[in-house]
């Protein structure tokens, strides 16, 4: 993958005292699957779109593949867009809503046949042409509306959460089906979605928006183990928030405390200061080891009582109480349920490794 194939820098779109999209700066790279992810409202729509040139920025300038599409307008842009409602229209067959966005394009009868061909090979609808939307299933439309968009050979596709109408099943298809699709075009897509685990699971890298600003922009490993903050470390997954106070520090490591659990040393990523008492350490609940019995393993060990459980099918949710401590803690367990536990005594683990620390906001 090339570097900096879109390239953005210091956009803002402003709404009069909305700041939409705040001084934002960033590049994606070609053929990269790049999500847009963040609570509604964060921003990441009118991003899409001055992307696009549905929306003309305040300031900053948008480069891609080298050219300066700041101003241009969207149907000279080498993007296009697929929508959440896929819009297509129902009065004409598929072949023909394919065909729409090709009628300004010089291609004889033949060279637009191949290429209809081919962008439903692609969607894997071949044998559609002559269907009508309503003869088609929801997921069947959003497939269409994917080739009317890959038709035109776009180097950029931009994607406005095209799996949001789509019940959780046909979802979690569409999502592998949308990837295998991208590996397979190579275009770059760039995908607008309030869905943490739909960004995770399909993206080689996620941008974390909040109030306008990009928070964080890592692949979604490092995201969900490695958040550089507590708005990312809240938005992605569930995760146990203990305030916390540090100590000393010897530049890699730095001491910390958590009332009721510990006091000791962990790997200092984030370069916190010494002796604050404002920070919190950030624990997931699947990092916790949870057992009817005392655990030998791990760096902290602790006793507790198990005050709620959630059932998921493949693992439980249990909320335990420490002596002392704020709050319960979160633990998830795939191997025991709420049956496991006599008199809801349970041991807690947990390693050093699995602690974040982090800085109170
Ligand atoms: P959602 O997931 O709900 O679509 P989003 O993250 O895509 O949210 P945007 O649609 O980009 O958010 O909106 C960002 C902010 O800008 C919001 O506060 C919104 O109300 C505001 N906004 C967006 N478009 C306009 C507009 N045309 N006029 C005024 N305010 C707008």
Redesign the pocket.
């Known amino acids: 993958m090339s570097e900096n194939f879109i390239d953005i820098k210091n956009i803002s779109r402003h709404?009069?005292s909305?700041k939409?999209v705040d001084n934002v700066s960033f590049s994606i790279k070609q053929g990269e699957f790049f999500s847009l992810l963040?609570?509604?409202?964060?921003?990441?729509?009118?991003?899409l779109r001055l992307l696009a040139g549905f929306e003309s920025a305040n300031q900053g300038e948008i480069f891609i593949d080298g050219m300066d599409v700041t101003t241009m307008p969207p149907n000279l842009r080498p993007t296009n867009m697929v929508f959440q409602n896929y819009a297509i229209f129902p009065h004409i067959n598929v072949k023909k809503n394919i065909e729409f966005g090709m009628r300004k394009e010089k291609l004889s009868k033949q060279e637009l046949d191949d290429r209809v061909q081919e962008v439903l090979s692609l969607v894997k609808l071949e044998g559609y042409e002559e269907r009508f939307s309503n003869q088609l299933s929801g997921g069947q439309r959003q497939r269409i509306a994917l080739a009317r968009a890959l038709i035109k050979r776009p180097k950029v596709l931009l994607l406005d959460?095209p799996l949001g109408a789509l019940d959780k099943k046909l979802r979690d298809e569409m999502q592998i089906e949308l990837r295998n699709l991208q590996k397979a075009v190579g275009i770059t897509f760039v995908f607008?979605t309030?869905d943490q685990g739909e960004s995770i699971s399909m993206s080689d890298r996620v941008a974390v928006?909040n109030d306008?600003q990009i928070q964080q922009i890592s692949d979604p490993h490092d995201l969900y183990y490695n958040p550089q903050n507590i708005f990312v470390s809240d938005f992605i997954g569930t995760t146990n928030f203990l305030s916390s106070s540090t100590g000393a520090s010897n530049g890699e490591e730095i001491m910390v405390k958590i009332e009721s659990i510990g006091e000791f040393s962990i790997r200092n990523k984030l370069n916190i200061s010494e002796n604050n008492s404002d920070t919190v350490c950030s624990i997931r609940p699947e990092a916790i080891t949870l057992s009817p019995t005392p655990i030998e393993k791990g760096d902290i060990t602790l006793e507790g009582k198990i005050e709620n459980s959630s059932y998921y099918g493949e693992l439980t949710s249990f909320y335990v109480k420490i002596d002392g401590a704020e709050k319960p803690l979160i633990a998830s367990s795939q191997r025991f349920d709420n049956n496991s536990f006599q008199d809801n005594k349970c041991y807690l683990s947990i390693n050093f490794e699995d602690i974040n620390l982090l800085k109170k906001e």
């Open positions: 709404f009069g909305v939409a963040g609570p509604s409202g964060c921003g990441k729509t009118t991003l959460e607008v309030h928006m306008g």
